[in-house]
Protein backbone atom coordinates (compact mmCIF):
# COMPACT_ATOMS: atom_id res chain seq x y z
CA UNK A 1 0.00 0.00 0.00
CA UNK A 2 1.20 3.58 -0.45
CA UNK A 3 2.19 5.96 1.81
CA UNK A 4 -0.76 8.80 2.63
CA UNK A 5 1.42 11.59 2.16
CA UNK A 6 -0.78 12.49 -1.03
CA UNK A 7 -2.91 14.19 1.49
CA UNK A 8 -0.42 16.50 3.01
CA UNK A 9 -0.04 14.45 6.44
CA UNK A 10 3.36 15.60 6.66
CA UNK A 11 5.26 18.12 9.02
CA UNK A 12 6.58 21.01 6.83
CA UNK A 13 8.67 21.63 10.12
CA UNK A 14 8.58 25.95 10.48
CA UNK A 15 9.65 27.02 6.82
CA UNK A 16 12.11 24.56 6.00
CA UNK A 17 12.19 21.51 4.50
CA UNK A 18 13.63 19.17 6.82
CA UNK A 19 9.88 17.67 7.29
CA UNK A 20 9.42 16.87 3.83
CA UNK A 21 13.10 15.33 3.70
CA UNK A 22 12.00 12.90 7.15
CA UNK A 23 8.96 11.57 5.37
CA UNK A 24 11.00 10.47 2.29
CA UNK A 25 13.89 9.09 4.68
CA UNK A 26 11.02 7.28 6.48
CA UNK A 27 10.26 5.56 3.32
CA UNK A 28 13.12 4.55 1.34
CA UNK A 29 14.74 2.86 4.60
CA UNK A 30 18.99 2.36 3.93
CA UNK A 31 19.50 6.12 2.25
CA UNK A 32 21.48 8.54 3.84
CA UNK A 33 20.26 11.65 4.82
CA UNK A 34 22.29 14.35 3.49
CA UNK A 35 22.28 12.45 -0.36
CA UNK A 36 18.32 12.43 0.48
CA UNK A 37 18.25 16.09 1.12
CA UNK A 38 20.29 16.93 -2.08
CA UNK A 39 18.18 14.92 -4.56
CA UNK A 40 15.65 16.38 -2.86
CA UNK A 41 16.69 20.05 -3.09
CA UNK A 42 17.91 19.47 -6.65
CA UNK A 43 13.79 17.89 -7.33
CA UNK A 44 12.35 21.17 -6.15
CA UNK A 45 14.42 23.25 -8.15
CA UNK A 46 13.42 21.43 -11.14
CA UNK A 47 9.97 21.18 -10.04
CA UNK A 48 9.74 25.18 -10.40
CA UNK A 49 11.53 25.13 -13.67
CA UNK A 50 9.41 22.68 -15.47
CA UNK A 51 6.22 23.92 -13.88
CA UNK A 52 6.72 27.54 -14.46
CA UNK A 53 4.33 27.58 -10.83
CA UNK A 54 6.38 30.58 -9.33
CA UNK A 55 6.60 33.80 -10.69
CA UNK A 56 7.48 36.74 -9.41
CA UNK A 57 6.89 40.64 -10.71
CA UNK A 58 10.81 42.29 -10.59
CA UNK A 59 10.42 46.11 -10.10
CA UNK A 60 13.86 47.10 -12.81
CA UNK A 61 13.30 50.59 -12.27
CA UNK A 62 13.65 53.19 -15.24
CA UNK A 63 16.77 52.02 -17.55
CA UNK A 64 19.23 54.21 -19.73
CA UNK A 65 20.56 52.82 -22.85
CA UNK A 66 23.97 52.55 -21.44
CA UNK A 67 22.27 49.86 -18.74
CA UNK A 68 21.23 47.49 -21.51
CA UNK A 69 21.19 44.65 -22.61
CA UNK A 70 20.06 44.30 -18.76
CA UNK A 71 20.96 41.18 -16.41
CA UNK A 72 17.29 40.57 -14.47
CA UNK A 73 19.74 38.27 -12.09
CA UNK A 74 20.46 38.28 -9.02
CA UNK A 75 17.45 39.40 -7.44
CA UNK A 76 16.94 41.65 -4.62
CA UNK A 77 16.09 38.58 -2.51
CA UNK A 78 18.69 36.13 -2.00
CA UNK A 79 16.53 32.93 -1.66
CA UNK A 80 15.45 32.99 -5.40
CA UNK A 81 16.90 33.45 -8.62
CA UNK A 82 15.25 34.21 -12.19
CA UNK A 83 14.95 31.40 -14.03
CA UNK A 84 13.45 32.71 -17.18
CA UNK A 85 12.16 36.20 -18.24
CA UNK A 86 8.05 35.92 -19.43
CA UNK A 87 7.10 39.30 -19.57
CA UNK A 88 8.06 43.06 -19.13
CA UNK A 89 5.66 45.77 -18.58
CA UNK A 90 5.69 49.44 -18.73
CA UNK A 91 3.59 52.02 -16.87
CA UNK A 92 1.13 49.18 -16.72
CA UNK A 93 1.51 47.69 -20.49
CA UNK A 94 2.98 44.75 -21.41
CA UNK A 95 5.87 44.79 -24.00
CA UNK A 96 5.66 42.64 -27.20
CA UNK A 97 8.58 40.05 -27.00
CA UNK A 98 10.62 38.63 -29.81
CA UNK A 99 12.38 35.35 -30.33
CA UNK A 100 16.14 35.86 -30.40
CA UNK A 101 16.59 35.77 -33.91
CA UNK A 102 13.52 37.95 -34.86
CA UNK A 103 14.24 40.17 -32.70
CA UNK A 104 17.85 40.98 -33.54
CA UNK A 105 17.44 41.26 -36.73
CA UNK A 106 14.10 43.92 -36.02
CA UNK A 107 16.58 45.57 -33.47
CA UNK A 108 19.53 46.32 -36.00
CA UNK A 109 17.11 48.13 -38.53
CA UNK A 110 15.79 50.94 -35.78
CA UNK A 111 19.04 50.66 -33.07
CA UNK A 112 20.12 53.93 -33.78
CA UNK A 113 16.46 55.53 -32.61
CA UNK A 114 16.06 56.22 -29.42
CA UNK A 115 12.66 56.07 -27.51
CA UNK A 116 12.00 56.30 -23.45
CA UNK A 117 9.12 53.98 -24.49
CA UNK A 118 10.13 50.83 -26.34
CA UNK A 119 7.70 49.18 -28.38
CA UNK A 120 8.85 45.26 -27.88
CA UNK A 121 12.08 43.00 -26.15
CA UNK A 122 13.68 39.89 -26.18
CA UNK A 123 15.37 37.83 -24.13
CA UNK A 124 19.05 35.88 -24.23
CA UNK A 125 19.92 33.32 -21.76
CA UNK A 126 17.11 33.42 -20.40
CA UNK A 127 17.04 37.26 -17.86
CA UNK A 128 18.80 38.84 -20.17
CA UNK A 129 17.05 41.74 -21.62
CA UNK A 130 17.24 43.40 -24.89
CA UNK A 131 15.13 46.60 -26.36
CA UNK A 132 14.35 47.35 -30.15
CA UNK A 133 15.24 50.56 -29.66
CA UNK A 134 18.34 52.76 -27.90
CA UNK A 135 16.67 53.98 -24.42
CA UNK A 136 15.72 57.52 -23.90
CA UNK A 137 16.74 58.79 -20.44
CA UNK A 138 14.05 59.14 -18.01
CA UNK A 139 12.14 56.14 -18.93
CA UNK A 140 9.05 55.36 -17.08
CA UNK A 141 9.97 52.12 -14.79
CA UNK A 142 9.89 48.56 -16.23
CA UNK A 143 8.70 45.20 -14.23
CA UNK A 144 9.32 42.18 -15.35
CA UNK A 145 7.47 39.14 -14.78
CA UNK A 146 9.97 35.84 -14.12
CA UNK A 147 9.64 32.46 -13.45
CA UNK A 148 12.30 31.84 -10.38
CA UNK A 149 13.44 29.18 -8.62
CA UNK A 150 14.69 28.64 -4.72
CA UNK A 151 18.14 28.95 -4.19
CA UNK A 152 18.14 26.73 -1.41
CA UNK A 153 21.17 27.48 0.05
CA UNK A 154 20.04 26.82 3.53
CA UNK A 155 17.13 24.72 3.94
CA UNK A 156 14.56 27.43 4.10
CA UNK A 157 11.16 27.14 1.88
CA UNK A 158 8.52 29.69 2.04
CA UNK A 159 5.22 28.20 3.67
CA UNK A 160 2.97 29.14 0.48
CA UNK A 161 6.04 26.39 -1.11
CA UNK A 162 5.92 24.12 0.81
CA UNK A 163 2.04 24.05 1.22
CA UNK A 164 1.48 23.90 -2.33
CA UNK A 165 3.93 22.04 -3.38
CA UNK A 166 5.19 19.60 -0.51
CA UNK A 167 3.28 16.71 -2.36
CA UNK A 168 5.48 17.18 -5.48
CA UNK A 169 8.84 17.41 -4.20
CA UNK A 170 8.14 14.11 -2.30
CA UNK A 171 6.81 12.31 -5.58
CA UNK A 172 9.52 13.79 -7.68
CA UNK A 173 11.82 13.10 -4.91
CA UNK A 174 11.25 9.29 -4.64
CA UNK A 175 10.56 8.32 -8.03
CA UNK A 176 14.49 9.92 -8.66
CA UNK A 177 15.84 8.03 -5.50
CA UNK A 178 13.73 4.68 -6.43
CA UNK A 179 15.22 4.77 -9.96
CA UNK A 180 18.73 4.54 -9.19
CA UNK A 181 20.22 1.23 -10.14
CA UNK A 182 22.03 -1.13 -7.68
CA UNK A 183 20.96 0.45 -3.95
CA UNK A 184 18.83 -1.50 -1.68
CA UNK A 185 16.27 1.02 -1.94
CA UNK A 186 16.04 0.53 -6.48
CA UNK A 187 12.70 -0.34 -6.82
CA UNK A 188 11.39 0.13 -10.72
CA UNK A 189 7.64 -0.28 -9.49
CA UNK A 190 7.74 2.07 -7.23
CA UNK A 191 9.90 4.45 -9.47
CA UNK A 192 7.09 4.53 -11.73
CA UNK A 193 4.38 4.79 -9.49
CA UNK A 194 6.06 7.95 -7.86
CA UNK A 195 6.55 9.19 -11.61
CA UNK A 196 3.82 9.14 -13.01
CA UNK A 197 2.76 11.07 -9.43
CA UNK A 198 5.41 13.63 -10.32
CA UNK A 199 4.40 14.24 -13.52
CA UNK A 200 0.95 15.13 -12.54
CA UNK A 201 1.82 17.71 -10.10
CA UNK A 202 4.18 19.49 -12.68
CA UNK A 203 1.78 19.55 -15.39
CA UNK A 204 -1.40 20.23 -12.93
CA UNK A 205 0.42 23.27 -11.52
CA UNK A 206 2.04 24.30 -14.65
CA UNK A 207 -2.26 24.70 -15.98
CA UNK A 208 -2.89 26.36 -12.51
CA UNK A 209 0.18 29.12 -13.30
CA UNK A 210 -1.09 29.39 -16.82
CA UNK A 211 -4.79 30.34 -15.65
CA UNK A 212 -3.31 32.55 -12.63
CA UNK A 213 -1.24 34.26 -14.96
CA UNK A 214 -3.52 35.18 -18.26
CA UNK A 215 -1.54 32.70 -20.15
CA UNK A 216 -4.82 30.60 -20.77
CA UNK A 217 -8.47 31.00 -20.32
CA UNK A 218 -8.48 33.94 -18.04
CA UNK A 219 -7.86 37.30 -18.69
CA UNK A 220 -5.49 39.59 -16.77
CA UNK A 221 -2.97 42.56 -16.85
CA UNK A 222 0.01 43.88 -15.25
CA UNK A 223 -0.72 46.02 -11.84
CA UNK A 224 -0.53 49.60 -12.16
CA UNK A 225 -0.33 52.26 -10.51
CA UNK A 226 2.27 50.45 -7.91
CA UNK A 227 5.68 51.83 -10.19
Not at 26 to 32: E, K, L, M, S, T
Not at 138 to 144: E, I, L, T, Y
Not at 173 to 194: F, Q, R, S, V
Given at each position: MQSDYRDGIYDDDDNNINGV????????????GEYAKGVLKNTIKEFYKLSTAWREFVDIGPLSDAETPYQLNPLRDENIKAHSVIGLALDGYQLARYTIG?????ASSVSSTESAVPTAYWTEKRTEIH????????????????IVVPTLASDE???????????????????????????????????????KQWRYYINMHKIEADKNYGDAQHAWQYPRGTM
Open positions: LSTITGQVPGVISGAQYFFHKLASGSSPFVAQALSDWALDSHGDAFIAGTLHKLHNEIGKTYTDPYKAMYYG
